[in-house]
């Protein structure tokens, strides 16, 4: 039986095929310099790389000089080995010559052709001609309006008004359009309405990627925005398909389409759908839910199959975030999973509307002689393919009597860039079938053949390998933590961790000496920052007698501790990872309530914690054998690495989580003891920390831990005579009293403390004229204002070129007034209080000193009736020499500071003491390289927010006044807490010396 419908399958093929072949077979129309560009993209990998990243771009050039010096920079650079036909005859001239103009001129034109290839119009006034001509050859349209990603409520809304009045204006048009098919009415065919329309569930909410962990809100914020569209839907009579994009908006694109249709107004509309992804390995699971939902619930429903137009996001996201790829890399594997998935499809026709999306022949073939063989009737069946593609196999399938419709994307070029580049990209790959089929000509039998049974010889996608690290001896390569998924279990564990944390609050927090905890007199309360009055703990002060205790336990304690082998202290350091995985949730509600962060970035801190602890432990292991420093025959010199002494830890509050555990297990895990004091704001975190750390295995005096207010006891730590080591994150004024005091505090025979000092910063993102705005203010508003901008990493300064000033501001001032504020316990907020009351006046003095110097573009306060709030603003009219653009504010105020070109853009973010971190969007090569070298920060990010470092892929810190130019997280930094000694011996005795 399967040997016969093979045999079907593949007699379809063959005869779609000679059909095909009546036409001239070509993959994409017949013009001339796109066909030219897709050969040469397909020959040559570099090129290719570099003409889609220019297509990418393009829409962003201004002028033609900036197309000419683009083109150069892009095309003709010296590593480039491209033909002179491919450096478009500007290798060697001014891009402000004529000639450049006019070649730039040339270029463009033939980029807006390519564009229009797959992209129908601008509108749709200017596609309806282009449509209406296809129509009359039998074939309509679903469409698209070319829009991903909004980035603002304004932009939410604009996207709804567009999608209503786009409905609007092809009811109008399509009046004159008579159906299509014998069926007579206004339907095609008599059973499909003639709009059919496609819609991203990114273009409903600006917010969705950062409220997984609230996916009640989103689903409930996108469907407020999707209501109108489908009633408007319904009033027409279109069809609404909603749109699949990327992994993470799986569940949400699912829940909203189910749960808008199981409501009254719209329960029962046949005219609805989904489009499904086959190239996912769990793509079964979900799909076999949504049938079982549209049987049970009797919801008539369309479902578009397509294979996946992400695969190089998702792929290179999975590789980046330590986890399993959850694509195919077998192309003939994700064939495989397309025709189980039409099989199911087809058999739930009594509800189920089947739209086969591909242009591969054997998919074709095999979903017809499925439909066949299931008696599925005509109007449950048809196959959609993309407008600028294949014309031939269209033609061919059309006249083969197949029901088909075209994917037209409409919009302008700049949002219609990123769909044009999957398409270049898919259509370029060496797997696609149309690339095979009609330019490199293969098989005809191999195309067709069975994908299930090739799958096994076909090789998987070349993807890079995991590295390899015998250093790290039997502990494997470190790998960062995998982001934080937020399942519908984990958001119930999360909420019932912040029950659990109020439940039993407030705890008693005594000092821990020597293995011992202690009660004080005198205590303080730690609170949450959002509602002061809820106390989470009444924290033990320490005073001057029980630093002297402390620091006496930990002496004592050095000399063992230290004489630990590394590798053994490294595994406590690895149960203390453990530990922190087994109560990620505890600590990650604690992070809530007791310093404000909200649910993403609290889970964010304890993935981090866990990468110091795999990462320092695992560098432990590679520095801890002596290294040979000379190769010189009769000489034996080595480097040995010992730790300093007693080391003195002073945490911040707005990284209590994960700073805390870094520096502590960098002091703890090279030899040194330890005596750690937790920011005065977050002593509950402290406690719950130094209690993991110490139940992995520490003896008694290595880990001490004093909390305390005020300046007095880290002035006392840092002083002290038993102290070898201080390492201090926090402001700059308190970093200079404590390097202060233990540089007059040193002792003659221990000789100067060492000092490890990470501060703040004054951080400035540069915007180029170039730069992609949409993913530029992402990452401004991210950087400027996650965690109420109370991170020493956070951008204050945006610096932006003149030419896009005006549009810069405006969107970074939509995006921000967006965010949603409120209490961060509730995961519906981004943006919560800050700190403290001192942190409260300090951010409002600098908003009204703000209003003076400055052009207040937005202030925007939340509603929450207690709590330290302050508002986000947002400043223009600043210059290098205002306060606002050199002060530490170090809360929600971002400055925009325009400059007249990337030369001043520099010149300004250089112009302060601070170098911490800094950040450029540019797509200019020649400009990226500037940065690299002249704009000075510790961390410098390209094309990137500012914010979020990775250990071990990011190695964080700054200078000047910014620290000391130690990174955390990186290859150095345990050797900040060690001595490096050399041994030299000579091994030539009496005339002889080893050879080997």
């Given at each position: 039986?399967a040997?016969?419908?093979?045999?079907?399958?593949?007699?379809?093929?063959?005869?779609?095929?000679?059909?095909?072949?009546?036409?001239t077979?070509?993959?994409?129309?017949?013009?001339?310099?796109?066909g030219?560009?897709?050969?040469?993209?397909?020959k040559?990998?570099?090129?290719?790389?570099?003409?889609?990243?220019?297509?990418d771009?393009?829409?962003?050039?201004?002028?033609?000089?900036?197309?000419?010096?683009?083109?150069?920079?892009?095309?003709?650079?010296?590593?480039?080995?491209?033909?002179?036909?491919?450096?478009?005859?500007?290798?060697?001239?001014?891009p402000?010559?004529?000639a450049?103009?006019?070649?730039?001129?040339?270029?463009?034109?033939?980029?807006?052709?390519?564009?229009?290839?797959?992209?129908?119009?601008?509108?749709?006034?200017?596609?309806?001609?282009?449509?209406?001509?296809?129509r009359?050859?039998?074939?309509?349209?679903?469409?698209?309006?070319?829009?991903?990603?909004?980035?603002?409520v304004?932009e939410e809304?604009?996207?709804v008004?567009?999608?209503i009045?786009?409905f609007?204006?092809?009811?109008?048009?399509?009046?004159k359009w008579?159906?299509?098919?014998?069926g007579g009415?206004?339907?095609?065919?008599?059973?499909?309405?003639?709009?059919?329309?496609?819609?991203?569930?990114s273009?409903?909410y600006?917010?969705?990627?950062?409220?997984?962990c609230?996916?009640?809100?989103s689903?409930?914020?996108?469907?407020?925005?999707?209501?109108p569209?489908?009633?408007?839907?319904?009033e027409?009579?279109?069809c609404?398909?909603?749109d699949?994009?990327?992994?993470?908006?799986?569940?949400?694109?699912?829940?909203?389409?189910?749960?808008?249709?199981?409501?009254?107004?719209?329960?029962?509309?046949?005219?609805?759908?989904i489009?499904y992804?086959?190239y996912?390995?769990?793509?079964?699971t979900?799909?076999?839910?949504?049938?079982?939902?549209s049987?049970?619930?009797r919801q008539?429903?369309h479902?578009?199959?397509?294979?996946?137009?992400?695969w190089?996001?998702?792929?290179?996201r999975a590789?980046q975030?330590?986890?399993?790829?959850?694509?195919f890399?077998?192309?003939?594997?994700?064939?495989?999973?397309?025709?189980r998935?039409?099989?199911?499809?087809?058999?739930?026709?009594?509800?189920?509307?089947?739209k086969?999306?591909?242009?591969?022949?054997?998919?074709?073939?095999?979903?017809?002689?499925?439909?066949?063989?299931?008696?599925v009737?005509?109007?449950?069946?048809e196959?959609?393919m993309?407008?600028?593609?294949a014309?031939?196999?269209?033609?061919?399938?059309?006249?083969?009597?197949?029901?088909?419709?075209?994917?037209a994307?409409?919009?302008?070029?700049?949002?219609g860039?990123?769909?044009?580049?999957?398409?270049?990209?898919?259509?370029?790959?060496?797997?696609s079938f149309?690339?095979?089929?009609?330019?490199?000509?293969?098989?005809k039998?191999?195309?067709?053949?069975?994908?299930?049974?090739l799958?096994?010889?076909?090789?998987?996608?070349?993807?890079?390998?995991r590295?390899?690290?015998?250093?790290?001896?039997?502990?494997?390569?470190?790998?960062n933590?995998?982001p934080?998924?937020?399942?519908?279990?984990?958001?119930?564990?999360?909420?019932?961790?912040l029950?659990?944390?109020r439940?039993?609050?407030?705890?008693?927090l005594?000092?821990?000496?020597?293995?011992?905890?202690?009660?004080?007199?005198e205590?303080?309360?730690?609170?949450?920052?959002?509602?002061?009055e809820?106390?989470l703990?009444?924290?033990?002060?320490a005073?001057?007698?029980?630093?002297?205790?402390?620091?006496?336990?930990?002496?004592?304690?050095?000399?063992?501790?230290?004489r630990i082998?590394?590798?053994?202290?490294?595994?406590?350091?690895?149960r203390?990872?453990?530990?922190?995985?087994?109560?990620?949730?505890?600590?990650?509600?604690?992070?809530?309530?007791?310093?404000?962060?909200?649910?993403n970035?609290?889970?964010?801190?304890?993935?981090e914690?866990?990468?110091?602890?795999?990462?320092?432990?695992?560098?432990m292991?590679?520095?801890?054998?002596?290294?040979?420093?000379?190769?010189?025959?009769?000489?034996?010199?080595?480097?040995?690495?010992?730790?300093?002494?007693?080391?003195?830890?002073?945490?911040?509050y707005?990284?209590?989580?994960?700073?805390?555990?870094g520096?502590?297990a960098?002091?703890?895990?090279?030899?040194?003891?330890?005596?750690?004091?937790?920011?005065?704001?977050a002593?509950?975190l402290?406690?719950?920390?130094?209690?993991?750390?110490?139940?992995?295995?520490?003896?008694?005096?290595v880990?001490?831990?004093?909390?305390?207010?005020?300046?007095?006891l880290?002035?006392?730590?840092?002083?002290?005579?038993?102290?070898?080591?201080?390492?201090?994150?926090?402001?700059?004024?308190?970093?200079?009293?404590?390097l202060?005091?233990?540089?007059?505090t040193?002792?003659?025979?221990?000789?100067?403390?060492?000092?490890?000092?990470?501060?703040?910063?004054?951080?400035a993102?540069?915007?180029?004229?170039?730069?992609?705005?949409d993913?530029?203010?992402?990452?401004?508003?991210?950087?400027?204002?996650?965690?109420?901008?109370?991170?020493?990493?956070?951008?204050?300064?945006?610096?932006?070129?003149?030419?896009?000033?005006?549009?810069?501001?405006?969107?970074?001032?939509?995006?921000?007034?967006?965010l949603?504020?409120?209490?961060?316990?509730d995961?519906?907020?981004?943006?919560?209080?800050?700190?403290?009351?001192?942190?409260?006046?300090?951010?409002?003095?600098?908003?009204?000193?703000g209003?003076?110097?400055?052009?207040?573009?937005?202030?925007?306060?939340?509603?929450?009736?207690?709590?330290?709030?302050?508002?986000?603003?947002?400043?223009?009219?600043?210059?290098?020499?205002?306060?606002?653009?050199?002060?530490?504010?170090?809360?929600?105020?971002?400055?925009?500071?325009?400059?007249?070109?990337f030369?001043?853009?520099?010149e300004?973010a250089?112009?302060?003491?601070y170098?911490?971190t800094?950040?450029?969007?540019?797509?200019?090569?020649?400009?990226?390289?500037?940065?690299?070298?002249?704009f000075?920060?510790?961390?410098l990010?390209?094309?990137?927010g500012?914010?979020?470092?990775?250990v071990?892929?990011?190695?964080?810190g700054?200078?000047?006044?910014s620290?000391d130019?130690?990174?955390?997280?990186?290859?150095?930094?345990?050797?900040?807490?060690?001595?490096?000694?050399?041994?030299?011996?000579?091994?030539?005795?009496?005339?002889?010396?080893?050879?080997?």
């Open positions: 039986m040997t016969e419908f093979e045999s079907r399958v593949k007699s379809r093929g063959l005869e779609i095929f000679g059909q095909v072949e009546k036409g077979p070509s993959l994409f129309k017949k013009d001339y310099w796109t030219k560009v897709m050969d040469w993209a397909m040559d990998e570099a090129f290719k790389v570099q003409m889609f990243r220019f297509v771009v393009f829409p962003y050039l201004n002028s033609p000089e900036a197309v000419a010096e683009h083109i150069q920079e892009y095309f003709c650079r010296p590593e480039h080995d491209f033909p002179k036909a491919l450096q478009f005859g500007l290798k060697r001239i001014s402000n010559s004529m450049a103009k006019m070649a730039a001129k040339g270029l463009s034109s033939n980029i807006r052709s390519m564009g229009k290839q797959f992209i129908v119009g601008n509108t749709l006034k200017e596609a309806a001609p282009v449509m209406k001509k296809v009359d050859k039998g074939v309509p349209w679903v469409m698209k309006i070319l829009k991903e990603e909004v980035k603002s304004r809304e604009a996207f008004r567009d999608q009045q786009f609007d204006e092809f009811a109008e048009i399509s009046k008579p159906a299509l098919g014998q009415g206004e339907l095609d065919w008599g059973d499909t309405p003639k709009c059919v329309m496609s819609v991203m569930v273009s409903l600006a917010q969705y990627m950062d409220k997984a609230a996916f009640d809100h689903v409930k914020r996108a469907k407020n925005r999707l209501r569209i489908l009633r408007k839907a319904q027409i009579g279109a609404l398909i909603l699949m994009e990327h992994l993470p908006l799986r569940e949400l694109t699912l829940a909203t389409y189910k749960s808008i249709m199981e409501e009254e107004e719209f329960a029962g509309y046949p005219h609805t759908g489009v992804q086959a996912l390995r769990d793509a079964e979900p799909l076999e839910d949504l049938l079982q939902w049987g049970k619930r008539p429903m479902i578009r199959l397509v294979k996946g137009a992400f190089d996001e998702e792929v290179v590789h975030n330590n986890v399993p790829i959850p694509v890399t077998n192309k003939y594997e994700t064939d495989a999973m397309f025709e998935l039409t099989r199911r499809i087809l058999e739930n026709h009594n509800l189920v509307t089947y086969c999306a591909s242009h591969n022949i054997r998919s074709i073939a095999f979903a017809q002689e499925t439909a066949n063989d299931l008696g009737p005509k109007d449950k069946f196959i959609q993309l407008y600028g593609m014309e031939n196999l269209r033609t061919a399938l059309v006249r083969s009597g197949y029901r088909l419709r075209l994917y994307p409409i919009g302008e070029v700049i949002p860039m990123a769909y044009l580049v999957r398409r270049l990209l898919e259509n370029t790959s060496n797997e149309l690339r095979q089929s009609f330019k490199e000509g293969a098989d039998e191999r195309l067709l053949a069975n994908p299930a049974e799958s096994a010889t076909h090789a998987q996608a070349q993807l890079p390998a590295e390899e690290a015998p250093e790290y001896g039997d502990k494997g390569p470190f790998l933590e995998p934080f998924e937020w399942t519908a279990g984990s958001r119930q564990d999360m909420a019932r961790a029950e659990e944390a439940s039993s609050a407030p705890r008693e005594p000092l821990h000496i020597n293995g011992q905890d202690r009660s004080t007199r205590t303080f309360a730690s609170v949450n920052p959002n509602n002061p809820e106390v703990g009444q924290a033990a002060s005073g001057k007698e029980d630093a002297d205790e402390a620091l006496a336990a930990a002496r004592a304690a050095f000399p063992d501790w230290s082998l590394p590798g053994k202290r490294s595994e406590c350091l690895f203390a990872a453990e530990g922190i995985r087994r109560r990620r949730h505890a600590l990650a509600a604690m992070d809530v309530l007791e310093i404000g962060k909200n649910w970035e609290a889970q964010a801190d304890v993935n914690a866990i990468d110091f602890l795999e990462y320092y432990g695992r560098e292991i590679r520095l801890s054998p002596a290294r040979s420093v000379s190769g010189k025959l009769g000489e034996d010199s080595r480097l040995i690495h010992e730790p300093r002494g007693v080391a003195v830890v002073i945490a911040p707005n990284m209590a989580l994960p700073i805390s555990v520096t502590l960098a002091a703890l895990v090279t030899g040194n003891s330890a005596v750690y004091k937790p920011a005065p704001q002593p509950v402290g406690f719950m920390l130094a209690g993991i750390l110490r139940e992995s295995g520490l003896p008694d005096g880990l001490n831990v004093l909390s305390g207010q005020g300046e007095d880290p002035e006392t730590l840092a002083g002290h005579p038993e102290t070898d080591l201080v390492a201090f994150t926090g402001g700059e004024e308190a970093g200079r009293r404590v202060e005091t233990a540089a007059q040193g002792l003659p025979n221990r000789g100067f403390k060492k000092t490890v000092l990470s501060l703040v910063g004054k951080n993102i540069i915007m180029d004229s170039d730069a992609d705005l993913a530029a203010v992402s990452g401004v508003v991210g950087s400027a204002f996650g965690y109420q901008g109370q991170k020493c990493s956070a951008c204050s300064r945006l610096i932006v070129l003149k030419d896009n000033y005006d549009k810069v501001l405006e969107k970074v001032k939509e995006a921000a007034d967006s949603d504020m409120g209490p961060v316990e995961p519906r907020y981004s943006f919560g209080a800050v700190i403290d009351e001192e942190a409260q006046k300090r951010v409002e003095e600098a908003v009204r000193r209003r003076q110097e400055a052009e207040l573009v937005l202030e925007k306060r939340s509603g929450q009736s207690n709590g330290y709030t302050v508002p986000l603003a947002v400043f223009a009219g600043i210059g290098p020499e205002h306060r606002l653009a050199r002060e530490n504010v170090f809360g929600p105020v971002l400055s925009v500071i325009r400059v007249k070109d030369d001043q853009a520099l300004v250089n112009s302060i003491p170098a911490l800094g950040g450029v969007y540019s797509r200019n090569p020649a400009n990226i390289e500037r940065a690299y070298r002249e000075k920060v510790g961390n990010y390209i094309n990137r500012i914010t979020g470092a990775l071990g892929r990011h190695p964080f700054g200078f000047r006044r620290g130019g130690s990174k955390a997280g990186g290859p150095d930094y345990l050797k900040e807490f060690m001595v490096t000694r050399t041994i030299i011996e000579n091994t030539f005795r009496s005339g002889f010396a080893p050879l080997g």
